[in-house]
């Protein structure tokens, strides 16, 4: 399964400030979420991931926030750079679906200097 | 560790002519590949899910006898887009699966994505 955002909404920060991007996910079954970081003309790199058994985990920088019981994923990017501006995705790994991702559709983060 | 490469970075060719993108694992093995493409300002879409020694598995909508994929290697899948037209211009990515090694979990990496251009 894919997803498709026409209209990619944007998250505008001050360097130095926290981001929290949000992502809401659609299958109750997935117990795996990745977090992926795409700069314009690149593909997806990967941020972090965190397992459905935990609602914490903690990187460089970053944080990733798993809600389960509202479908909620977040990712935290502490003191925000301008390095940092790209397109943020989230993803889902669907089981029913056969194993694979399903990406959310993206958020633009932009690091005002 | 889990780079993802492709080749070209980019190309430019006429309408009618085939083109073949290459995916390779460069440190690890990768029994799955995938397939995207990206049109601007979207998310990415999965077009197909490539095997080492089997057919490839199509999403719905994606043409099989348009977008040949061959995964000849646990290290090297292809995309060649036959016929290739101005609407087939896009950012094609492709991620390879790797068994992670603790937790057990796969985690997908991408390549940095070819671009195609038909006149």
């Known amino acids: 399964g894919e997803s498709v955002g026409l209209h990619l909404p944007t998250l505008s920060v001050q360097e130095g400030d926290n981001s929290i991007i949000n992502c809401a996910y659609s299958?109750?079954?997935?117990?795996?979420f990745i977090w992926y970081k795409q700069e314009s003309g690149k593909g997806p790199q990967f941020i972090i991931d965190?397992?459905?058994?935990?609602d914490k985990r903690q990187g460089q920088r970053v944080t990733v926030l798993l809600n389960k019981t509202v479908k909620h994923l977040s990712l935290q990017i502490a003191a925000t750079q301008p390095g940092d501006s790209a397109v943020y995705f989230c993803?889902?790994?669907?089981?029913?679906?056969?194993?694979?991702?399903?990406f959310g559709g993206g958020t633009r983060l932009m690091v005002k200097p | 560790g889990a780079v993802v490469s492709q080749h070209p970075s980019w190309v430019i060719c006429k309408s009618g002519t085939s083109v073949k993108i290459e995916c390779r694992s460069l440190?690890?093995?990768?029994?799955?590949m995938f397939w995207y493409r990206q049109f601007p300002k979207q998310s990415l879409m999965l077009m197909a899910t490539?095997?080492?020694?089997?057919?490839?598995?199509?999403e719905q909508g994606v043409e099989k006898d348009k977008f040949l994929i061959n995964h000849a290697s646990l290290t090297l899948s292809t995309l060649t887009v036959t016929s290739a037209h101005p609407e087939d211009s896009s950012f094609y990515i492709c991620?390879?699966?790797?068994?992670?090694?603790?937790?057990?979990?796969?985690?997908?990496?991408f390549g940095p994505g070819t671009r195609l251009l038909v006149l």
């Open positions: 991620s390879a699966r790797r068994l992670a090694g603790g937790s057990g979990q796969e985690t997908q990496y």
């Open positions: 299958n109750s079954a997935s117990d795996y």
């Open positions: 965190i397992r459905s058994n935990m």
């Open positions: 993803a889902e790994n669907n089981l029913p679906a056969g194993n694979m991702l399903t």
């Open positions: 440190d690890f093995q990768a029994t799955t």
């Open positions: 490539s095997n080492e020694g089997s057919k490839a598995t199509y």
